[in-house]
């Protein structure tokens, strides 16, 4: 079965300081992966996902994550936080299917 | 762009009455999706459509019914509401299944008491 785990519910850097958000994903094929955003008491937005190609992804904002087949991993950096980026994070997957499956979120606040 | 939009965006509910959230979006996307989001849980899939009149269940459809009688809309159903179904709840949208960007409603915060 495919599983996403996000390592650490909540998250606190100081601002201008690098952004290490952690996500391990199980899928019993090659997956594509996301990472959205949700900013409170809206929906969640796309910050960027991995199809195929390139395994470093760029997306808005300034953050990119990579795509480590061999860690089972699609960490989320960015390398100086900003007070606009405390949010909560979800990283996500889809195994192929019609479905996709979204870890338990990261919260990620911003310290003056 | 009108997107994807909810409503009610809040609602207060008994226990025993039945409820329906309504989702409509604008893009002609071919799936859609309905996600309860609760602390802890993340976000979990309740159903979803492919197609009108194709809907499948998701994670947790216990206590929903849903239909989708025209592409554009997608309304779930708590066909009798427990306060376990206290819960923000999501509608999604995508134009094709895996590997395409889904998007999201602003969400419907729904109370039972």
């Known amino acids: 079965a495919q599983s996403v785990t996000q390592l650490g519910s909540h998250v606190s850097v100081s601002e201008g300081a690098l952004v290490l958000l952690r996500c391990n994903y199980s899928?019993?094929?090659?997956?594509?992966l996301f990472w959205y955003v949700q900013y409170p008491n809206q929906g969640l937005q796309l910050l960027l996902k991995?199809?195929?190609?390139?395994?470093l992804v760029k997306g808005i904002n300034g953050f990119e994550a990579e795509f480590k087949k061999s860690e089972t991993s699609f960490h989320l950096t960015k390398p100086s936080a900003h007070m606009s980026d405390a949010a909560e994070y979800f990283c996500a997957v889809s195994p192929g299917a019609s479905k996709i499956i979204f870890g338990s979120g990261t919260r990620l606040s911003i310290r003056p | 762009d009108a997107g994807i939009t909810q409503s009610p965006r809040y609602k207060i509910t008994e226990t025993g009455r039945q409820v329906t959230l309504m989702c409509h979006q604008t893009?002609?996307?071919?799936?859609m999706f309905w996600y309860r989001q609760d602390l802890g849980h993340g976000l979990r899939l309740i159903y979803y459509?492919?197609?009108?009149?194709?809907?499948d269940k998701g994670e947790v459809p216990d206590g929903y019914v849903v239909s989708r009688s025209k592409t554009e809309n997608f309304p779930l159903t708590l066909e009798s509401a427990t306060r376990s179904q206290t819960s923000v709840y999501f509608c999604?949208?995508?134009?094709?299944?895996?590997?395409?960007?889904?998007?999201f409603g602003e969400g419907s915060w729904l109370t039972v008491v």
């Open positions: 899928s019993s094929v090659p997956p594509y």
């Open positions: 459509s492919a197609a009108a009149d194709i809907t």
């Open positions: 893009w002609s996307h071919s799936y």
């Open positions: 991995y199809t195929t190609g390139a395994t």
């Open positions: 999604a949208s995508s134009a094709t299944g895996s590997g395409n960007t889904i998007y």
